[in-house]
């Protein structure tokens, strides 16, 4: 005996409980977005605008599979043990979403886990004597930045030269300075795997590279001309909206000589076999003597809190 219904479920990434409402309404969603795929395959896009990014939500649900939208996803079903997350606009083809939206120069893919049992969350709802409405926020667990377009790779790649050397930030391309041994081929920022037979696209959040080089990034994006600044810009862009109050917090406790366990991050990168005390380019600045010879950036002496 098979089970048509598990079946089903299954392959729409739906609950496994999921009403028979439910499931009638995203088979008519499955056939929609297949007409759609027909029609689109018959008519490619012309019109390209300006470079911009997509922002893409995978949902990896506990019971197999998963599945991606363009829109942030909500809870549909929710209970002490488990909460399932759904969304809208789903994409179910991302080569045939970015062949028809040639604009977009990089995806930004942020992973949730849904209908994981907590029960340790669950005792601490039981104990608060109410149970508390599940978040989305709470059940993401990771995002990293996919580079789609090979203009804004090159580009990426020769802002590593120009501003990236001596700290560990994303190999961009295999032509890489061969004497930056921090342009490695592995992130511990969110425990991503690089693969040394090719140039690798995906940049992890939380971005500690950008912070530390912020203020040459920007400077160097200055002097490029408009035609040339249009992707890295787009790009900085997101990151800087994406990063800001972070940043501001860690800047506020580092003018005042404090960290927190949490941010002690933005000021120790675990380098091969030693540790690397980093400190902002705004700190080295004040580094240099009246007259102009670099001196050692002195170590900021941090209060942990």
């Given at each position: 005996?098979?089970?048509?219904?598990?079946?089903?479920?299954?392959?729409?990434?739906?609950?496994?409980?999921?009403?028979?409402?439910?499931?009638?309404?995203?088979?008519?969603?499955?056939?929609?977005?297949?007409?759609?795929?027909?029609?689109?395959?018959?008519?490619?896009?012309?019109?390209?605008?300006?470079?911009?990014?997509?922002?893409?939500?995978?949902?990896?649900?506990?019971?197999?599979?998963?599945?991606?939208?363009?829109?942030?996803?909500?809870?549909?079903?929710?209970?002490?043990?488990?909460?399932?997350?759904?969304?809208?606009?789903?994409?179910?083809?991302?080569?045939?979403?970015l062949e028809r939206n040639?604009?977009?120069?990089?995806l930004v893919v942020r992973?949730?886990?849904?209908?994981?049992?907590?029960?340790?969350?669950?005792?601490?709802?039981?104990?608060?004597?109410?149970?508390?409405?599940?978040?989305?926020?709470?059940?993401?667990?990771?995002?990293?930045?996919?580079?789609?377009?090979?203009?804004?790779?090159?580009?990426?790649?020769?802002?590593?030269?120009?501003?990236?050397?001596?700290?560990?930030?994303?190999?961009?391309?295999?032509?890489?300075?061969?004497?930056?041994?921090?342009?490695?081929?592995?992130?511990?920022?969110?425990?991503?795997?690089?693969?040394?037979?090719?140039?690798?696209?995906?940049?992890?959040?939380?971005?500690?590279?950008?912070?530390?080089?912020?203020?040459?990034?920007?400077?160097?994006?200055?002097?490029?001309?408009?035609?040339?600044?249009?992707?890295?810009?787009?790009?900085?862009?997101?990151?800087?909206?994406?990063?800001?109050?972070?940043?501001?917090?860690?800047?506020?406790?580092?003018?005042?000589?404090?960290?927190?366990?949490?941010?002690?991050?933005?000021?120790?990168?675990?380098?091969?076999?030693?540790?690397?005390?980093?400190?902002?380019?705004?700190?080295?600045?004040?580094?240099?003597?009246?007259?102009?010879?670099?001196?050692?950036?002195?170590?900021?002496?941090?209060?942990?809190?």
């Amino acid at each position: 005996m098979i089970g048509w219904q598990y079946e089903i479920c299954h392959f729409l990434q739906l609950d496994p409980n999921a009403s028979d409402n439910e499931v009638f309404q995203e088979l008519q969603t499955a056939s929609v977005r297949m007409e759609e795929a027909e029609r689109v395959k018959q008519n490619p896009a012309t019109h390209q605008g300006p470079p911009r990014y997509e922002v893409i939500h995978r949902v990896h649900c506990a019971f197999g599979g998963y599945a991606m939208y363009l829109e942030q996803p909500w809870v549909v079903s929710s209970s002490l043990f488990r909460s399932h997350l759904r969304g809208s606009q789903q994409l179910s083809n991302t080569e045939l979403y970015l062949e028809r939206n040639k604009d977009v120069v990089f995806l930004v893919v942020r992973e949730y886990q849904c209908c994981v049992q907590q029960p340790s969350q669950t005792m601490n709802r039981y104990h608060l004597g109410k149970e508390e409405e599940t978040q989305p926020a709470s059940m993401l667990r990771g995002e990293h930045i996919d580079i789609v377009s090979e203009d804004l790779r090159s580009r990426l790649a020769s802002l590593s030269t120009a501003v990236l050397q001596g700290i560990p930030h994303p190999k961009f391309s295999n032509f890489d300075d061969d004497e930056d041994d921090l342009a490695s081929d592995h992130s511990d920022e969110s425990n991503a795997s690089y693969h040394n037979d090719r140039v690798d696209a995906t940049v992890c959040y939380p971005y500690l590279w950008f912070y530390h080089r912020r203020f040459k990034i920007s400077e160097a994006i200055d002097h490029l001309e408009d035609i040339d600044q249009e992707s890295l810009s787009v790009f900085c862009g997101y990151i800087h909206d994406r990063m800001s109050d972070e940043w501001a917090a860690v800047d506020s406790l580092i003018s005042k000589g404090e960290i927190t366990a949490e941010y002690i991050k933005y000021i120790y990168v675990s380098l091969l076999t030693n540790s690397l005390v980093l400190v902002s380019d705004r700190q080295r600045s004040q580094a240099r003597s009246s007259s102009g010879h670099p001196k050692t950036a002195p170590k900021p002496k941090s209060r942990l809190l």
